[in-house]
């Protein structure tokens, strides 16, 4: 069964030199710098991926795994759902990235590998604009509902307003941007950290949505494209509780979420989702302290298999 919203191939990056970014450490509220030697960080963050990769193609996942020998300088490349998104149709978009360290991210050769597995029409790469000091951080900055074409966008210096726009008519998505902050009234620099897009429910910390009319109407777009709304409180998303993926396994849909995030769901929001998919637990309290979850992990492929 093929989902639009929920892949069943994905990208994941097997990280060989990982830290938290102090790069990124000023506007991104969910980091914390280990006091752990970097050797140790890094290979408990190798081993976490490697697991979670484990569990993933267990669940019949397609897992296409990169290495990231950390020769350039890229503390944060287990993140690759920032620089590039697949689409159905056979469109890839490249993305421009705010901090330095994190443009070194991009490679060719995972963009060679969907163009050899998979159907690929045309690439469009934005990363030129980051000389105009412009960013739009992927699918980090975008919670994009595949199906409804909407792109739900939290505003920050990571997601560029014009940007948007524009990569919504190449892409044929409706922009809904909002403000949003966290409990401490900072602005959140990741949509994905507040809201995840399932094919039957979203999760969604709407207090975290500044203006009561977007907040109202964001979440009555939700409902109006048949989702059931998961509310998420400020703790839940300090748990990683939005930064989940639904992919498509094979026993039907599977949500890849955080254990720690899990844990922090109640029983009658799991319910929900245990409606129409599968919950998988993956366990990455290392690479959480880099400010991203299993959500930033995954690089769904939107596209078809050649």
């Known amino acids: 069964m093929h989902s639009i919203q929920a892949p069943s191939a994905v990208v994941m990056v097997r990280p060989h030199a990982f830290a938290s970014n102090p790069e990124t450490h000023d506007d991104n509220a969910f980091q914390t710098l ?35 020998h950390g020769v350039r300088d890229t503390p944060d490349s287990v993140f690759p759902n920032n620089w590039f998104s697949t689409h159905s149709g056979g469109h890839v978009a490249i993305y421009p990235m705010f901090a330095p360290s994190r ?14 597995e998979y159907r690929v029409q045309d690439v469009i790469d934005y990363s030129g604009l980051e000389q105009d000091d412009l960013a739009l951080e992927g699918t980090g900055a ?22 948007l726009e524009r990569f919504c008519t190449h892409f044929n998505y409706e922009p809904i941007a909002f403000d949003a902050r966290d409990a401490q009234g900072r602005d959140v620099y990741h949509t994905n950290v507040l809201m995840g897009i399932g094919t039957e429910y979203a999760l969604i910390c709407l207090d975290m949505i500044v203006e009561p ?21 400020h703790d839940q998303i300090n748990e990683f509780a939005g930064n989940a993926i639904e992919l498509t396994g094979k026993n039907g ?15 009658d929001q799991t319910a929900i989702i245990t409606n129409s998919a599968t919950l998988l ?11 991203g979850s299993v959500r930033c992990m995954i690089a769904g492929i939107h596209l078809s298999h050649r």
């Open 142 to 163: 975008m919670v994009l509902d595949h199906v409804a074409r909407i792109a739900y966008t939290a505003k920050s210096h990571r997601a560029d307003p014009v940007l």
């Open 213 to 233: 009319d977007r907040r109202a109407m964001v979440k009555s777009r939700l409902e109006e494209t048949g989702k059931t709304v998961i509310d998420l409180s």
């Open 34 to 68: 280990s006091n752990r030697s970097a050797d140790v960080t890094s290979r408990a963050a190798r081993d976490e991926h490697d697991t979670a990769v484990a569990q993933l193609r267990d669940a019949g996942v397609t897992v296409h795994v990169f290495d990231d």
């Open 103 to 116: 443009r070194r991210e991009r490679r060719a050769d995972v963009i060679e590998l969907l163009k050899q």
């Open 281 to 291: 637990p993956l366990s990455v309290p290392t690479i959480e302290t880099a400010g």
């Open 253 to 267: 849909p599977v949500l890849a979420i955080s254990a720690r995030a899990l844990a922090a769901l109640r029983p």
